[in-house]
């Protein structure tokens, strides 16, 4: 009897399906904390301010 997690019920093809949608599902999260950790998150290094906030003080 052949239980290998490669041959379900979907197939293979089923199988690298859901691979790709949650290959997509990790990056878009991935992209999200790092727009969240370099423009949003309050950084002790610039007075607790974000580095949006930080950039604002000083014209350009």
Sequence with gaps: ???SPNHGAL???GCRSCEKVNEEIAQSKIEKYI???YRKRP???LKK???V???RQ???
């Design 43 to 45: 950084q002790r290094k």
């Design 49 to 51: 301010l974000t580095p």
């Design 53 to 55: 906030e930080y950039r």
């Design 11 to 13: 197939g293979d093809s």
């Design 35 to 37: 727009r969240f950790y």
């Design 58 to 60: 000083f014209p350009a």
């Design 1 to 3: 009897m052949d239980i």
